[in-house]
């Protein structure tokens, strides 16, 4: 099993960047998908996470309105859109596959420990 994130990099506040997780050895399909960032110094929290099959997403306060999470089972890839990034942003991302469920839970932050399978994380920089 191997997920796999790309699309970060440096961009100015203001800037929009597209990250991608990639699935490999696994039916994207069922499972949850979810984002989490760690930026330095700071605990790994959990952005956003997305249901398997039935559409129900969630956001942190934080990035509510600002990011936007969606997938393509048949690709079998997530996407992370960003927009108006803030130098708050700024972290390493990282996808991670929830083998405990497959529905989102509304209004709940990704639980780092439902999550078994973990993408390597692609930095992002929001800096001018």
């Known amino acids: 099993v191997q997920l796999q994130a790309s699309g970060g990099g440096l961009v100015q506040p203001g800037g929009s960047l597209r990250l991608s997780c990639v699935a490999s050895?696994?039916?994207?399909?069922?499972?949850?998908i979810g984002w989490f960032r760690q930026a330095p110094g700071k605990e790994r929290e959990g952005v956003s996470c997305?249901?398997?099959?039935?559409?129900?997403?969630y956001y942190a306060d934080s990035v509510k309105g600002r990011f936007t999470i969606s997938r393509d089972n048949a690709k079998h890839t997530v996407y992370l859109q960003m927009n108006s990034l803030k130098p708050e942003d700024t972290a390493v991302y990282y996808c991670?596959?929830?083998?405990?469920?497959?529905?989102?839970?509304?209004?709940?932050?990704?639980?780092?420990?439902?999550?078994?399978?973990w993408g390597q994380g692609t930095l992002v920089t929001v800096s001018s």
């Open positions: 991670a596959a929830n083998t405990m469920r497959r529905a989102v839970v509304p209004e709940t932050a990704p639980r780092e420990y439902e999550y078994d399978y």
């Open positions: 050895g696994l039916t994207l399909g069922d499972y949850a």
């Open positions: 997305i249901s398997a099959s039935d559409g129900n997403t």
